[in-house]
């Protein structure tokens, strides 16, 4: 069965720090990968997204991700948050075949302060 | 791109009455699931709607306590059934197309609370 693993539930930075999000998947066969983001009170929204081809991917509001296929990691990057990127960020999974449902991991609530 | 309606956005109900949730496409899509997000949770995998067909349901959820429709390709519903306290969370419909390599799109969600 499919897993998600994300390490940190929450974290806490100043504006113009650095963001890393750990993302670790478990399943046997070829995924899809995504990470999702839930400002307060908003629905979900589509942060980035790998389905194949080059494994670092850029998203929308200067984040980016890479996928380590060795690693089965996916991790979410900024070089500097703004306090607007307080959130909830959520990383899927599916398997690469029509269909499937998305299996989401617990979440990273990230907390940014001005 | 999808667009998904979801009613109603919220909704106060007795315990022991039911609520069911609408969720609306803009365009046919192939696969249809329902989510549940638990206070400070993350999303877990209710079902898939199936068209003309019953849900396939995950592990820990029955077709008595959360039956569900599709007519069609556009349209689901999600009955929360028996409502008790525990049951007070956020109902999500997403949807998908059938290539194997689709995003999924989200409704804005039902925050039901169960007094």
């Known amino acids: 069965a499919q897993s998600v693993s994300q390490h940190n539930h929450h974290v806490i930075l100043s504006e113009a720090a650095s963001l890393e999000l750990g993302c670790n998947y478990s399943?046997?066969?070829?995924?899809?990968l995504f990470w999702y983001v839930q400002y307060p009170g908003q629905h979900l929204q589509l942060l980035l997204k790998?389905?194949?081809?080059?494994?670092l991917v850029k998203g929308i509001k200067g984040f980016e991700a890479e996928f380590i296929k060795s690693k089965f990691s996916f991790n979410l990057r900024k070089p500097s948050v703004q306090w607007s990127d307080t959130a909830e960020y959520f990383c899927?999974?599916?398997?690469?075949?029509?269909?499937?449902?998305?299996?989401f991991g617990k979440g990273t609530t990230l907390s940014v302060s001005s | 791109s999808a667009v998904i309606s979801q009613k109603p956005s919220r909704d106060i109900c007795q315990r022991g009455t039911s609520l069911t949730i609408q969720c609306q496409v803009d365009?046919?899509?192939?696969?249809m699931f329902w989510y549940r997000q638990q206070p400070g949770q993350s999303l877990t995998l209710i079902a898939t709607?199936?068209?003309?067909?019953?849900?396939?349901?995950e592990s820990g959820f029955v077709i008595d306590k959360f039956p569900i429709s599709r007519p069609n390709l556009t349209f689901s519903t999600l009955t929360v059934s028996n409502l008790s306290p525990e049951d007070s969370s956020i109902y999500l419909c997403?949807?998908?197309?059938?290539?194997?390599?689709?995003?999924?799109?989200f409704g804005q969600g039902t925050r039901l609370t169960v007094v």
């Open positions: 399943y046997g066969g070829t995924v899809n």
């Open positions: 899927a999974v599916n398997a690469r075949q029509a269909g499937t449902a998305l299996i």
């Open positions: 365009s046919q899509v192939t696969m």
């Open positions: 790998y389905f194949s081809g080059d494994p």
């Open positions: 997403s949807a998908t197309g059938g290539a194997v390599n689709t995003e999924a799109f």
């Open positions: 709607a199936n068209q003309g067909s019953e849900a396939t349901y």
